[in-house]
């Protein structure tokens, strides 16, 4: 799946995989292809510059770590990403619903 088709959600999957554990950005980018069952296979140049927006926006605190020898980027969630996922997931509920709404045969 193209990565535009996920525009305007990036930012509450990235949120979504890294809920329960803090993870590196590869690592973020094999959860979403896996959570995803292959469809969101992004690329970094997509999901690394969406990192660094959220941790300018608060949703996402970063820390040097070492993950299998190399050292890495791991991200972990704010109070403020969490409830921003919850707001993302309250609007998605609502917007799918519409969109079925449209779509049912009559």
Request: net charge positive.
């Given at each position: 799946?193209?990565?535009?088709?996920?525009?305007?959600r990036?930012?509450?999957?990235i949120?979504?995989?890294?809920?329960?554990e803090?993870?590196?950005g590869?690592?973020v980018?094999?959860?979403?292809?896996r959570?995803?069952?292959?469809?969101?296979?992004?690329?970094t140049g997509t999901?690394?510059?969406?990192l660094?927006r959220?941790?300018r926006?608060?949703?996402v605190?970063?820390?040097w770590?070492?993950?299998?020898g190399r050292?890495?980027?791991?991200?972990h969630?704010?109070?403020g990403?969490?409830?921003?996922?919850?707001s993302?997931?309250?609007?998605w509920?609502d917007?799918?619903?519409?969109?079925?709404g449209?779509?049912?045969?009559?």
């Amino acid at each position: 799946m193209p990565s535009d088709t996920v525009r305007g959600r990036l930012d509450a999957l990235i949120l979504a995989v890294i809920e329960d554990e803090p993870l590196h950005g590869y690592a973020v980018i094999e959860a979403l292809r896996r959570r995803s069952s292959g469809a969101f296979d992004l690329p970094t140049g997509t999901v690394y510059p969406a990192l660094r927006r959220l941790e300018r926006a608060g949703y996402v605190h970063s820390e040097w770590t070492t993950v299998g020898g190399r050292r890495r980027r791991t991200y972990h969630l704010t109070g403020g990403g969490r409830r921003a996922l919850t707001s993302e997931r309250s609007a998605w509920r609502d917007f799918a619903s519409a969109i079925e709404g449209v779509l049912r045969p009559a």
